[in-house]
């Protein structure tokens, strides 16, 4: 079991970048996968970006170049570094794995204004 809480979020400007956290509530480096998705108004949640224990990264292609996942073990805390965002990347990110089940954190908004 594990408890995800996500924070950065924010207001930005189209080009600019944020960096958005996902502590978790228990060590993450024997985690097989943990993920960000995001969901934005009136449409279906989808994945961002995954990361697995082993190092590998995956990316959505609308992200793909410009957001960029990592973990840090030592703080049990996995991040997405965004930049050149676009107004299209507006929506409530959301971390999440699986250990026997899933679980989400609450979200945290990106808007990203022209």
Do not use: H
Not at 37 to 64: H, L
């Amino acid at each position: 079991q594990v408890q995800l809480v996500e924070s950065g979020g924010g207001l930005v400007q189209a080009g600019g970048s944020l960096r958005l956290s996902c502590a978790a509530s228990r060590s993450i480096s024997s985690i097989e996968f943990m993920a960000w998705y995001r969901q934005a108004p009136g449409k279906r949640r989808e994945m961002v970006a995954i990361s697995t224990s082993g190092g590998s990264t995956n990316y959505a292609d609308p992200v793909n170049g410009r957001f960029t996942i990592s973990r840090d073990n030592a703080k049990n805390t996995m991040y997405l570094q965004m930049t050149s965002l676009k107004p299209g990347d507006t929506a409530r990110y959301y971390c999440a794995t699986s250990i026997k089940g899933d679980y989400w954190g609450q979200g945290t908004q990106v808007t990203v204004s022209s």
